[in-house]
């Protein structure tokens, strides 16, 4: 398993930048998404969205509906898209005439999507929406401040890491708080699951923390050099972070240890990273610069 992890993390060493967002944002980028098979979406500090096609390179279409930076955008169907901002503006766009459909009234700076088209959105509260009957369902309080990030964990559970430092698991269908982890000490960027029972958070306190969601506690913490923008699971045991430096590293979850790191994968922080398939994924960072690595 070692020697696998080893040569993948020496294969991405050979990654080179696919674009450069600089022909497209001309501020940081903060967010990536898939849309469809072969284009992405990303949200930049110049306030747009941008619909990119990874082979080509083609700019396919700029939306410019928000004022404020763009956080996050997800997709929520071919012809509907989601995105906030840092505003707490909430939009529904076209992403094929790139135009406002809808925007919603609860204030919301994060967003996950969940089946049938609803979605979670988040400030301090957390809001149920749906598309289909155009109307929010649930509202719950767990956060004395601003949530940070989100994650639908196995279609049953919800994660929310905010500004108080704390990381709430809840059930989806009724807020019921199944546990409150804490642990981090600075703010916490990125979650995401790793399996059934776990997940990880990347945290600015230089810590990625591996949870047991059946124990409610922390099973194990990576420690880094400095503040983790964001985390990546690449495959059953490897996880890949992107940190404050602009540098990518492979870790071991078998022994929690860094098989490989990239230094100077950007030149400033790495704000998000998306998988592509089982050989690529897809890194956007602060310098506004986009890179494809592929094994």
């Not at 967010?31 to 979406?41: A, G, Q």
């Not at 509907?80 to 009234?105: A, E, R, Y």
């Not at 700076?109 to 369902?137: C, E, G, H, Q």
Request: hydrophobic letters at 40%; a neutral charge.
């Amino acid at each position: 398993m070692i020697r696998r992890l080893v040569n993948i993390g020496g294969r991405f060493s050979e990654g080179t930048t696919y674009y450069s967002a600089f022909d497209y944002h001309y501020k940081g980028i903060t967010s990536v998404c898939l849309y469809e098979e072969n284009c992405i979406l990303t949200t930049g500090g110049d306030n747009f969205i941008k619909l990119l096609a990874i082979k080509s390179k083609e700019l396919k279409g700029t939306y410019k509906g928000h004022s404020h930076i763009v956080n996050q955008v997800a997709v929520l169907s071919k012809a509907k898209v989601v995105s906030v901002d840092q505003g707490c503006v909430v939009l529904i766009w076209s992403p094929t005439n790139f135009s406002t459909l809808q925007k919603l009234k609860n204030p919301a700076s994060r967003v996950a999507l969940l089946p049938d088209l609803n979605m979670v959105l988040a400030d301090t509260a957390i809001d149920f929406y749906s598309l289909v009957k155009n109307d929010y369902y649930n509202h719950f309080s767990f956060h004395t401040k601003p949530v940070r990030s989100l994650l639908v964990h196995d279609e049953i559970r919800l994660v929310s890491a905010a500004d108080d430092l704390k990381i709430v698991v809840s059930m989806l269908k009724d807020g019921h708080v199944l546990s409150t982890l804490q642990g981090h000490f600075a703010e916490i960027n990125k979650l995401v699951s790793i399996n059934d029972d776990m997940i990880a958070s990347g945290s600015l306190d230089h810590t990625i923390r591996i949870w047991s969601l059946s124990h409610g506690k922390c099973y194990n913490t990576l420690e880094n050099d400095c503040g983790v923008y964001s985390v990546l699971k690449l495959s059953d045991d490897l996880l890949v972070s992107g940190d404050e430096k602009g540098v990518i590293k492979f870790w071991d979850l078998s022994n929690n240890e860094v098989v490989f790191k990239r230094e100077k994968a950007h030149d400033r922080s790495i704000n998000d990273m998306i998988k592509v398939d089982t050989l690529s994924f897809i890194s956007v960072c602060n310098e506004a610069t986009i890179n494809l690595w592929k094994s």
